[in-house]
Each structure stands twice: as C-alpha cells, then as structure tokens.
C-alpha cells in the first residue's frame, strides 16, 4: 500500500480514512468520497486504485468508510416491511444517518485533513442498499454531494420510485453514475426481482428532472449479478468518470 490507512471510532461508529500517495508529499488539497458499509469498496481494490492513481488513470482520493451499527436500519430512507421470511423489517433511519454523515462527520474531515470541500469534489458512493441511501442523500443534500454513485442501487425498495418521481433534485452541476448487473433479481421472487427495471426506471426519472446523458450515466453490465465481486469490479470505473482525469485538480478548500 502507497497511501496510509486510519481506523478511528467517531461519535461510536467504525470509519476507515486512506490518505492518498501523495498526501504526505505535498500541501495539495484533496476530493473525498465517502462510502457505506465500512468502505469495502475501495478497501478491497485498493492496490488497484493506487496503481490507476500513481498511472495518472485514477485522481488521487481522501476515502471515507463508515461501518453501519445496523444497515438495514441506516440504509433505508423510511419504515417498510421485510421482503425476505426471517429477516427484520427495514428501520427507516436514512434521514438520521445521512445527518450525521453531513453534519457531523464531514466537518470533522474537512477540519482534520486537506479536502477540498466543494460539491464537485464531494462525492458519496455505495453498492445496493449503499447504492439507494447515496441517491437518497443526492436529494436531501444537494449543496453537500455533487458526485454521486450508485452501485446496483436497490430502487426496489417500497416508495422510492415514487418519491424519486414526486421530489425535486438538483441536476446543475452535478454528475451521477448509475449501473446494474443483467442478472440481478434474477433468482428472487419478490420486489428484488425487479432491480433491473428498478434501476432503469430511477435513471429515466432523473433524465426527465433535467439531467442529460452527458452527466448521468447508466449502465447495464450483461451477465452481470448482485454481489462484491461485481461491484468492485465496476467501483474503479464509477471513480473514473465521476471525476475525469482532465478536470484540474484544485488546491483550494
């Protein structure tokens, strides 16, 4: 590993913190992507994310990993019922979870490391239920995440369809990527079979609300299906365009 890992305990939750190759070198300032469940997604590719960063493939990322305490709880954006027999119903903590990302934590980062604090340096990623909370605070936070990646996001989840198409969110300025695998749901005999049309119809929505194509992308990958292996297959790609190479990095909070 080129960069530095920091496991700290913030306001009783787990977060993982990687300082980027560089970070010790220079006085630059850096984008940061916070991700749920713990980080796994750049924790797990990490040597490959270091050799796209130190290939100038990949810009150089402050990540942030927070481990839920219970995610079904904190990935939800409100109350709904189990869709599995054995398994407890959804909490519906989103809104609370997404406040202290935002309220609490990110002025904790900003203060502590050199991030460069504007939306368009923001971003905030996630696979399936990771995949829905990260849309979910594209709405609630807009003047906070400019970046946004949804990972096989599970827009099956009772309501969000509807509330996606009923709210408002703000597309200036903004990128959002998008993907599902056309596998996923495949083997599921209840609302998550339907994570294909799910995702495509989120991504029709939010082109109806004014995003172009330009900077809101959605991909179906084929033979694609619901699990790490896939998802931290695509994470470094969702990275890329997120944040294209050619934008000039600034050193500026």
Not at 239 to 251: A, E, H, N, R, Y
Request: glycine residues 8%; hydrophobic residues 40%; contains cysteine.
């Amino acid at each position: 590993m080129k960069g530095t890992l920091i496991l700290i305990t913030f306001m009783s939750s787990e977060i993982c913190i990687y300082l980027p190759p560089s970070y010790d070198m220079y006085e630059e300032h850096f984008p940061v992507v916070y991700l749920h469940d713990g980080g796994y997604l750049f924790r797990d590719c990490l040597s490959e994310l270091e050799e796209m960063m130190i290939e100038k493939e990949l810009r150089e990322f402050i990540f942030v990993g927070i481990k839920p305490d219970n995610r079904n709880d904190e990935y939800s954006p409100w109350f709904a019922k189990a869709v599995t027999a054995g398994f407890s119903d959804f909490g519906g903590q989103g809104a609370q979870y997404l406040a202290f990302l935002v309220k609490e934590l990110k002025p904790y980062i900003d203060e502590k490391y050199r991030t460069i604090r504007n939306p368009e340096n923001t971003a905030i990623a996630g696979a399936s239920f990771g995949g829905l909370i990260s849309m979910y605070a594209a709405y609630l936070y807009p003047g906070v995440f400019g970046r946004i990646a949804s990972i096989s996001g599970s827009f099956w989840y009772a309501g969000f369809i509807a509330f996606m198409r009923a709210a408002d969110i703000v597309h200036r300025g903004r990128r959002i990527y998008m993907d599902v695998g056309s596998l996923e749901g495949t083997k599921k005999d209840n609302e998550q079979r339907n994570m294909v049309a799910k995702n495509q119809e989120a991504y029709a929505i939010l082109l109806d609300k004014g995003f172009s194509r330009e900077y809101c992308q959605f991909v179906t990958h084929e033979g694609g299906d619901h699990g790490h292996a896939f998802f931290l297959k695509r994470f470094p790609t969702a990275l890329q365009w997120l944040f294209p190479i050619k934008m000039t990095s600034c050193s500026k909070r």
